[in-house]
């Protein structure tokens, strides 16, 4: 089976930096993705790293270390749009997708 | 115009009652998804398609079926509606060669009363 372990909750500034971590376990590993999803609305891709280190869009980086399970996402220059529910993902055969619980970011001024 | 669009975005429906939810994607892709969504839950599988002849099973399937009418429509019917399947559904569609990216549609909002 696969699990995923997100923090619940998580508050920070605008023009802060934050760091929205995972950890994961999985029977085969393909990669770790990264959703967006806006109060009633829907997920958005985000990112994906199918290897170790950091894969940077713009203002967003994701971190993946396999020997740890362990991955993040860091979002940096906050804006209050950034204001989100945040989810981690390992994609299994097929495409499948197994979702973590999410992290909603809370964005203060 | 959206790429995935699902019908209806929001139902009310009584206990026991058949309901379909419906969709549509235009994106040409192969694979199709239905999620549903809990509060604190995240989203989990119901069932999966590769293409029109192929359904699959997802880690909550049981209440649920679905139909791959054709490459760009797959629906999701609950035979007999009971309160604990008030939840957001969301169709996703991907093709077979992004193995993380599913792209999603608005959603349906469904309660059960």
């Known amino acids: 089976g696969q699990s995923l372990e997100q923090p619940s909750e998580v508050t920070a500034v605008e023009g802060a930096i934050v760091q929205i971590n995972c950890t994961y376990q999985t029977s085969g590993f393909y990669g770790l993705s990264w959703y967006q999803q806006h109060d009633g609305g829907a997920p958005t891709f985000l990112s994906y790293?199918?290897?170790?280190g950091l894969e940077e869009t713009g203002r967003f980086s994701s971190f993946l270390s396999r020997s740890d399970s362990y991955g993040y996402l860091l979002l940096q220059e906050l804006q209050m749009k950034d204001s989100a529910s945040y989810f981690c993902a390992v994609p299994g055969g097929g495409n499948k997708l197994t979702f973590g619980t999410g992290t909603q970011l809370k964005v203060e001024l | 115009d959206a790429d995935v669009t699902q019908t209806p975005r929001n139902r009310i429906t009584k206990t026991g009652k058949r309901i379909m939810l419906e969709c549509s994607q235009t994106k040409g892709h192969d694979r199709m998804y239905w999620y549903r969504q809990d509060p604190g839950l995240g989203l989990r599988l119901i069932y999966y398609?590769?293409?029109?002849?192929?359904?699959n099973k997802g880690e909550i399937s049981d209440g649920y079926s679905v139909s791959r009418q054709a490459q760009a429509k797959f629906s999701l019917s609950l035979e007999s509606a009971i309160p604990n399947q008030t939840a957001l559904y969301f169709c996703?569609?991907?093709?077979?060669?992004?193995?993380?990216?599913?792209?999603f549609g608005p959603g349906t909002r469904l309660l059960v009363l």
């Open positions: 996703a569609t991907s093709d077979s060669k992004g193995l993380s990216t599913q792209y």
């Open positions: 790293n199918a290897l170790d």
């Open positions: 398609s590769f293409d029109v002849k192929d359904i």
